[in-house]
T-cell receptor, first 111, second 114 residues
Framework: SQQGEEDPQALSIQEGENATMNCSYK?????LQWYRQNSGRGLVHLIL?????REKHSGRLRVTLDTSKKSSSLLITASRAADTASYFC???????????FGEGTQLTVNP | GAGVSQTPSNKVTEKGKYVELRCDPI?????LYWYRQSLGQGPEFLIY????????DSGLPNDRFFAVRPEGSVSTLKIQRTERGDSAVYLC????????????FGQGTRLTVV
């Protein structure tokens, strides 16, 4: 089964609104990362949050991590049409040697 | 180069043929990963190299799939006797080391088996 599961699967908002995506996982982790993908090709790393961190910011991005609930959220503030993409969370498990990705959230920002 | 380079960007092959997909990681990155992604799904782990050795190949779906990294830099993913179900985007990523560092992905190779 997937280690990371994002919800919602798809999200459509208007430009200027905030977008929130959630990720749940099952095992203990070293860190959790969020990636963005345009048009099904290369993934771009957005932000990494370590297991001992609770919140992290990068520009318009805010990531939270709740290890007790095994969940994370990605908030994009003041969204732009250019933010339209698929967003994936990926976990780096303590016992593993890989990043395990969820199924992703397809975000559409309408101009 | 500045980023992870994958060649070819697109590959169409006939069922039963052999294909090789190449990944040129960022210079100095010791960790290299191969993933496979089908339409509408997240990347699926195939294999991870630390240096020249395959540290974890548990994601390879069967013995038709094999990957090498002989000098600890460039890696080649090899698929024998291709099947239509192998059609996907094959993604390569590298990182400076394994654990607590971001992975940098290439643009992928879109493999289509007809």
């Amino acid at each position: 089964s997937q280690q990371g599961e994002e919800d919602p699967q798809a999200l459509s908002i208007q430009e200027g609104e905030n977008a929130t995506m959630n990720c749940s996982y099952k095992t203990s982790i070293n860190n959790l990362q969020w990636y963005r993908q345009n048009s099904g090709r290369g993934l771009v790393h957005l932000i990494l949050i370590r297991s001992n961190e609770r919140e992290k910011h990068s520009g318009r991005l805010r990531v939270t991590l709740d290890t007790s609930k095994k969940s994370s959220s990605l908030l994009i503030t003041a969204s732009r049409a250019a933010d339209t993409a698929s967003y994936f969370c990926a976990t780096d498990a303590r016992s593993g040697s890989r990043l395990t990705f969820g199924e992703g959230t397809q975000l559409t920002v309408n101009p | 180069g500045a980023g992870v380079s994958q060649t070819p960007s697109n590959k169409v092959t006939e069922k039963g043929k052999y294909v090789e997909l190449r990944c040129d990681p960022i210079s100095g990155h010791t960790a290299l990963y191969w993933y496979r992604q089908s339409l509408g799904q997240g990347p699926e782990f195939l294999i991870y190299f630390q240096g020249t050795g395959a540290a974890d190949d548990s994601g390879l779906p069967n013995d038709r799939f094999f990957a090498v990294r002989p000098e600890g830099s460039v890696s080649t993913l090899k698929i024998q006797r291709t099947e239509r179900g192998d059609s996907a985007v094959y993604l390569c990523a590298s990182s400076f080391t394994h654990g607590n560092t971001e992975a940098f992905f290439g643009q992928g190779t879109r493999l289509t088996v007809v």
